[in-house]
């Protein structure tokens, strides 16, 4: 029980900062891209500079470690400097990047819908209309991205906020079949008694 109440918070909170995130792209459109690319690239060097460091002065790990964590880092290192000094080609693949995102938790939707139906709720059919919209637009944006790319910024906003209110919908129709059973499984037992 308290591993469901840990996953639905989850998903409650990953909804609110899908909706959050995708009204910042939508009304800050430019700086948006901007920074993001800039952090994206700052993260990713710095995930090599640690990783180098890491096979530098670990005392624990063999050589064998050692020289791949230092390889590692050193091609992250690379990576991140090249985003940091490439932003447009960095920025052109965005769209495929939160394609595969929306996508996913589309396919993820469309698994809760189906739950849904099963449990009889009366309603599934519109988490099974809005899961295949998710689909859909991660589609959009992994298999159109040029099209996409002229509106990166908003559509992706606009995505995320689609995805985050359509998360959100089902994830109270999933609280509240918790709740018919829950009630139904408490009815059965006190006409037990």
């Known amino acids: 029980m308290e591993f469901f109440f840990k996953l639905k918070t989850n998903f409650l909170?990953?909804?609110?900062i899908l909706i959050v995130v995708g009204l910042v792209l939508i009304f800050l459109p430019g700086t948006t891209l901007s920074?993001?690319?800039k952090a994206i690239g700052g993260l990713v060097l710095f995930a090599g500079v640690a990783s180098v460091f890491s096979g530098l002065f670990s005392k624990k790990?063999?050589?064998?470690t050692k020289n791949s964590s230092v390889i590692a880092g050193i091609v992250i290192a690379v990576v991140g400097m090249?985003?940091?000094?490439n932003p447009g080609f960095?920025?052109?693949?965005?769209?495929?990047?939160?394609?595969?995102?929306v996508l996913f938790s589309?396919?993820?939707n469309l698994g809760e819908a189906l739950s849904l139906g099963k449990s009889n709720y009366r309603n599934w059919w519109v988490a099974?209309?809005?899961a295949v919209l998710t689909i859909l637009l991660g589609a959009f944006l992994l298999f159109r991205p040029i099209t996409a790319l002229s509106y990166v910024v908003q559509l992706i906003g606009g995505v995320l906020v689609y995805n985050g209110a359509s998360n959100l919908w089902i994830i109270s129709r999933m609280h509240k079949i918790e709740k018919v059973n829950g009630k139904?499984?408490?009815d059965v037992e006190s006409k037990e008694l």
């Open 13 to 16: 909170v990953d909804a609110i």
């Open 35 to 37: 920074l993001l690319t």
């Open 61 to 64: 790990q063999s050589v064998l």
């Open 82 to 85: 090249w985003i940091l000094l």
């Open 90 to 101: 960095f920025e052109s693949i965005i769209p495929v990047i939160a394609g595969v995102i």
């Open 106 to 108: 589309g396919i993820t």
């Open 128 to 130: 099974l209309i809005l």
């Open 184 to 186: 139904e499984v408490i």
